[in-house]
Nanobody, 121 residues
Framework: QVHLVESGGGLVQPGGSLRLSCAASGFTFSSSTMGWYRQAPGKQRELVAGISSGGRTNYADFVKGRFTISRDNAKNTVYLQMNSLKPEDTAVYYC???????????????WGQGTQVTVSS
């Protein structure tokens, strides 16, 4: 059975940092593309960042230079380091697994349950 379990969300002040983690099990993590989506209240879910099995990354324009996605295949874990956080980054962040970066841009094979990130003073 596939599990994607996110952690690391919380409340942070504007300009602060958080690191999200997603522990994966039940599928071949090392050969999967992994990513992070987010969904703010009243908005559609949007892709934040993705990382291929080979380590290639892509980012949404609104997080470039602030967020970094990485993976540790030995731990079956993908991370999202978020710096210089803004109030508009407030959302539920979801971990996702797909076959390719192209597929991840529009959908995913597996989803986590989400973790809340709130940026507020």
């Amino acid at each position: 059975q596939v599990h994607l379990v996110e952690s690391g969300g919380g409340l942070v002040q504007p300009g602060g940092s958080l690191r999200l983690s997603c522990a994966a099990s039940g599928f071949t993590f090392s050969s999967s593309t992994m990513g992070w989506y987010r969904q703010a209240p009243g908005k559609q879910r949007e892709l934040v960042a993705g990382i291929s099995s080979g380590g290639r990354t892509n980012y949404a324009d609104f997080v470039k230079g602030r967020f970094t996605i990485s993976r540790d295949n030995a731990k079956n874990t993908v991370y999202l380091q978020m710096n210089s956080l803004k109030p508009e980054d407030t959302a539920v962040y979801y971990c996702a697994a797909a076959r390719t970066l192209r597929e991840l841009m529009t959908s995913a094979d597996y989803w986590g349950q989400g973790t809340q990130v709130t940026v507020s003073s």
